[in-house]
């Protein structure tokens, strides 16, 4: 970017801010519908509804109600996609709309899209599989080769709105938000005016929502209240969801210069590490990653008011992630909290949706607390939020996402101040 | 967050490659060079029903490359072809793994289906040949999550080498091996690691696929005649041919390199992509966008037109990629596009979909290592609205110093890159 910085940082910093977002997430479509539920502990599991799962051996999930595409979308665009490009588009709409930014023009090349993506098109593309097979090849829609894809979001945002700047899809299971957010930043950075990025993941068709249940992470608990307990000494498991969100990223300059409407705050901070492999006597990389996001954003741990946890809902893993976190910040030293236990685990959706919820954690000075959890064992050494709502001043949260197999990615936003 | 400028220099140490027509990186180089052609019948299934057949399968050998029955089970063939490679870029490059820091070596896979061939035979498994929409838990594999999610693909590239740096898997279609790549250029120069393990792979020769491209008549139908059916930039040509492959790299920081008296293949420039915010699949006349993508991977290795002695083309041999592709070389290269030689070689080894991009990094880097451009294969009767050098047929031997690779993918992406000899 040319011209002078817009608050004193080292020679070359751009700082990156957050003027849009929008949200689809189990317990709310929209941002605000979203934040009150939050704060008002109303959750988005629920029984499946959308197949007979009545044979299955697991039964719940963050489901998306309420959302009827053709309100959102064009017609025509409704044969070509898979309910997680809907909601990503609706989400994209959203966040543009919040950040007052019109679509582009033919010759815009400065505005762009980075998505994560876990589970591509996956309930169209298993009717594609079962067309198929069970009719033949030329019964296969011509829409299949991209709605499929992981890249499919991405794609399908850049042409709705032309945005002609750079694209990329980044798979990382559920820390993959993250990632995007952080290429979102560098891509700023490299001069690029304006990003849209986050994530946005669906896979709740019979075989999608099957598939979620290999590798044993996900409670086979069917008490809606019960079955995802971040943290708690019942826990036994996640439950899958639907949505994530969507940020326009800007460079604090750009967003000045155009009068953006708001600025949610800064990304400060990102990085993303990676666990050892199996069978190794290292220590996981999750409390390595959060000290690089922090470092980058120039703070020390004692300057992060919260923290946003991952939580897997697994005790092996929340008792890594809760020494991880008592170990940066010291015993029960920051508020952690968890909100993703009243939506699901969103994989690509989860961490842009925890960043939107961090924003508005510093924008109303409130922590949300994690729904259902209530015996937090002694020995995890945090101080996580639980019961009603903290009011805190919060002006920078740190927050985590870890995928399966070892993925570890941190992003600090802190509150803006010009 | 800390200032990336262009920052340090970045080079490759280390390839592997697995290709149609043989094994490894000397093979997949005689064969470009030669001019023969892996492209053949599909023999993995039975094809008959689909409109397309062709494609170029290589010949791969899990036990043979050294992989565990457990790993073998895990493992998408895609993510087999991708480990296999690792091992060779590493024993190429020279580097000792186990003395670096973990956390400065990471890992930037590309894939554009990435798990689908698992994905299809669980689900034949699952779902009762097709016949069940209610797919059998019973039948769930303890795998099928990393099918669901190919997060499992970086992660056992990672678990190769001992990576705990950054890793992700970029996944944006066809470009995806530029992209990868790229990304992981970026990632040294900013200082987030020093060793990336970067590349891409694709198996996707499954009859899901075959039908995805077969319904937008994408893919060739020259079932006659499938040694000569990827015919890009022929006048005719009839889409592309499927096929399968990786290739992956060991890229490191260029002072390092230097320092430890490592091989270097070249030095790589950042990729730069843009969106044509037109089509999922259809791509401009114009070619603009992607001309954007070659003026910015141009002003980001510091090369102008006139310093690229061979092109890459992506070259697919559809009808509407050959001309978008030719129109975008000519605005972003001017009167050097008529000038410098262009080539394609999906014409002998096929699309691989995201891993063609890696692959056809190696072909550049080789390029430039032996003063070699690969040929397009089958360019017998050149379109005439595609009128610039194709090289066709014959390997031609010329200095090589900067070359120019570019991939253009679903979705829209528009992506180039510049590699250069290192002095």
């Not at chain 2, 040949?129 to 209610?134: E, K, V």
Request: charged share 20%; glycine share 12%; aromatic share 8%.
């Amino acid at each position: 970017m040319s011209g002078p910085a817009v608050r004193p940082a080292p020679a070359g910093h751009v700082p990156t801010v957050v003027t849009g977002v929008g949200v689809a997430a189990p317990n709310g479509l929209g941002t605000e519908e979203y934040w009150r539920n939050v704060l008002e502990g109303r959750s988005g599991i629920t029984e499946m509804t959308r197949f007979d799962a009545s044979g299955y051996p697991f039964k719940l999930a963050g489901q998306i109600t309420g959302f009827v595409a053709e309100d959102h979308l064009p017609a025509r665009l409704l044969p070509q996609t898979d309910v997680s490009t809907r909601l990503a588009l609706a989400t994209a709409d959203w966040a543009l709309a919040d950040a007052a930014v019109e679509p582009g023009d033919g010759e815009n090349y400065d505005m762009g899209v980075i998505t994560s993506n876990a589970t591509g098109g996956f309930e169209f593309t298993h009717r594609e599989f079962h067309k198929l097979w069970d009719q033949g090849p030329s019964y296969v829609s011509v829409y299949e080769s991209f709605a499929w894809f992981y890249a499919v979001n991405t794609g399908q945002i850049s042409i709705r709105n032309g945005l002609r700047g750079p694209g990329a899809a980044l798979v990382g299971e559920q820390a993959g938000g993250l990632d995007a957010l952080g290429h979102a930043c560098r891509t700023v950075r490299e001069g690029t005016g304006l990003v849209i990025s986050g994530g946005v993941d669906s896979a709740l068709d019979p075989w999608g929502y099957l598939s979620q249940f290999a590798g044993g992470l996900v409670s086979a608990e069917s008490d809606p209240r019960r079955a995802y307990l971040p943290f708690d000494a019942a826990a036994g498991g996640y439950v899958p969801g639907e949505g994530g969100a969507v940020l326009v990223v800007e460079s604090a300059e750009a967003a000045e210069r155009r009068g953006a409407p708001r600025i949610y705050g800064e990304i400060a901070g990102y990085a993303a590490a990676f666990d050892p492999p199996p069978g190794s006597d290292r220590p996981p990389a999750l409390r390595h990653t959060a000290e690089q996001a922090i470092a980058r954003a120039g703070l020390r741990p004692g300057d992060i008011d919260v923290v946003f946890a991952d939580a897997a809902g697994v005790p092996r893993l929340d008792l890594a992630e809760a020494q991880a976190i008592s170990g940066l910040f010291g015993p029960g030293a920051v508020p952690v909290t968890a909100p993703k236990a009243l939506t699901g685990r969103l994989y690509a959706g989860g961490g842009p949706l925890d960043v939107v919820t961090a924003l508005l954690s510093i924008r109303d000075g409130v922590i949300p607390p994690t729904a259902h959890t209530s015996d937090v064992p002694g020995s995890y050494g945090i101080d996580l939020v639980v019961g009603e709502p903290r009011a805190l001043p919060v002006s920078t949260a740190l927050v985590v996402a870890r995928g399966r197999h070892g993925f570890n990615a941190a992003v600090v936003v802190r509150a803006w101040t010009n | 967050m800390e200032s990336s400028a262009r920052g340090r220099r970045v080079v490759m140490t280390g390839m592997g490659v697995r290709t149609p027509g043989g094994a490894g990186t000397k093979e997949f180089w005689d064969l470009l060079t030669s001019g023969r052609t892996a492209t053949r019948r599909i023999s993995f299934f039975d094809a008959s029903p689909f409109r397309s057949q062709v494609a170029a399968e290589a010949a791969f050998d899990p036990v043979a490359e050294g992989l565990t029955p457990r790993q073998i089970r895990r493992m998408d063939r895609a993510t087999q072809f991708a480990v296999a490679c690792t091992r060779d870029a590493v024993a190429d490059s020279g580097l000792d793994f186990d003395a670096l820091d973990p956390y400065r070596v990471g890992v930037s896979l590309g894939s554009a289906v990435a798990s689908a061939t698992s994905l299809e035979k669980e689900y034949l498994v699952m779902s009762d040949a097709g016949r069940n929409w209610l797919v059998d838990p019973a039948y769930l594999s303890p795998h099928m999550f990393d099918y669901l999610s190919p997060g499992a693909m970086p992660a056992e590239v990672a678990w190769t080498v001992g990576a705990q740096g950054p890793v992700t898997m970029v996944s944006d279609g066809c470009t995806s091996g530029i992209d990868a790549v790229g990304h992981a250029v970026r990632l040294i120069r900013e200082g987030s690691a020093d060793i990336m393990i970067a590349g891409a792979t694709d198996t996707p020769i499954s009859p899901i696929v075959v039908a995805c491209f077969d319904a937008i008549k994408a893919s060739t139908p020259r079932n006659d005649d499938p040694e000569h059916a990827s015919r890009p930039f022929d006048r005719t040509r009839d889409g592309f041919v499927l096929a399968e492959g990786a290739a992956v790299f060991v890229l490191e920081e260029y002072e390092a390199a230097r320092a430890r008296g490592a091989h270097i293949y070249a030095e790589l420039g950042a990729s730069a992509t843009r969106c044509n915010a037109h089509h999922m699949t259809g791509l401009t006349r114009h070619g603009r966008e992607m001309a954007e993508a070659i003026r910015n991977a141009f002003d980001d290795a510091r090369a102008d037109a006139t310093d690229i002695d061979y092109v890459n083309a992506h070259g697919s041999g559809t009808q509407q990629n050959d001309r978008h592709e030719t129109a975008a070389f000519k605005l972003a290269l001017g009167s050097h596009a008529y000038r410098v030689p262009v080539s394609s070689i999906k014409s002998m080894v096929g699309h691989s979909l995201g891993a063609i991009g890696a692959i056809e990094i190696a072909a550049c880097a080789l390029a430039i290592e032996y003063d070699v451009v690969p040929p397009t294969a089958n360019l017998h009767e050149p379109d005439p609205a595609c009128d610039l050098d194709y090289v066709p047929l014959t390997a031609r031997e010329l200095p090589v110093r900067t070359v120019l690779t570019v991939g253009s993918g679903f979705g829209g992406f528009q992506s180039a890159m510049v590699l250069r000899a290192v002095a």
